[in-house]
């Protein structure tokens, strides 16, 4: 960003340069304190052993984005999950095709496209992507027959905050205040039109949401949180980790929800480096 000062003195425009500067670095400061009000680094907290069966479903959710140049150690993390139904976010196109090949033998039925993936041990039926009308992202939709049943389920990316360029930054009192929420209101709503209504399902992935909101509209709704439902604080569990200025910060950002046909029965936050987000994985039962 620059601004052209017509009467300003070199040493006057040097000055101003200075003033910008430093107040761009108190925007960020302010940004890096809000994200982390009610966060904290929990540690990490022991899986139960779980047997697949007909009763249950296992269902896990990465954002794979940093990790995507370090496939040994990108499935490892994945493959600590044992999940029965995995879904990912924010993959590149090389990243797809790497992955796609490495857990062909971990999950018969895969599917990716466009950034995001649904991969399961049960057959996926009509996987289906929607380009997001309101973001940059998109959500990948599938059915899927299991023992227990056949349900559907949506990897999700929802918009994120715009901090790429100068003038970004510069917008994001404005985006924290209400813009990003009404992007993702309005995500939400694209969400729910393109659900069954008349099958069971299970939603997740990265909602990128500062506030929640995208989540409580879901709540709304009647979908459960599974983590929060399992879990006590669960937002002290952050799930994003990033540093600004040298300060470690975090958010939970990354989440399992899922309709009055299951209920949880485990939910867990595991370590998810080489990635900057975590693994979030839950065991959800049949009701």
Not at 72 to 89: H, W
């Amino acid at each position: 960003m620059s601004i052209y000062l017509p009467f300003a003195s070199k040493k006057h425009k040097k000055r101003w340069r200075g003033l910008l500067q430093c107040f761009n670095n108190l925007l960020m400061v302010s940004i890096v304190i809000f994200l982390t009000a009610c966060s904290s680094i929990s540690p990490e907290k022991p899986l139960r052993i779980h047997t697949q069966n007909s009763h249950s479903v296992r269902v896990g959710t990465y954002n794979v984005f940093t990790g995507s140049h370090d496939r040994a150690r990108t499935v490892k993390a994945i493959r600590r999950m044992n999940a029965d139904v995995l879904l990912l976010q924010e993959l590149s196109p090389q990243g797809s095709k790497s992955l796609n090949h490495a857990l062909k033998l971990d999950f018969r039925y895969r599917h990716f496209f466009q950034g995001v993936a649904i991969l399961s041990r049960y057959p996926l039926r009509n996987p289906r992507y929607e380009q997001s009308q309101h973001g940059i992202n998109g959500f990948l939709f599938s059915e899927i027959h299991s023992p227990g049943g056949r349900f559907q389920v949506a990897s999700l990316h929802l918009d994120p905050l715009r901090v790429w360029t100068t003038r970004e930054k510069w917008s994001l009192p404005m985006q924290l205040m209400g813009g990003q929420d009404d992007v993702h209101r309005r995500e939400v709503r694209q969400i729910i039109k393109s659900l069954r209504t008349d099958i069971p399902t299970i939603l997740a992935g990265d909602f990128n949401s500062v506030s929640g909101a995208p989540i409580r509209q879901l709540q709304e709704l009647g979908y459960t949180d599974s983590f929060a439902k399992v879990n006590q604080r669960p937002n002290q569990t952050p799930t994003l980790h990033f540093k600004l200025f040298g300060f470690h910060t975090g958010r939970r950002i990354d989440y399992i929800l899922h309709d009055s046909s299951f209920q949880t029965m485990q939910s867990h936050v595991l370590p998810g480096a080489p990635s900057d987000h975590d693994l979030v994985v839950s065991v959800l039962g049949w009701k």
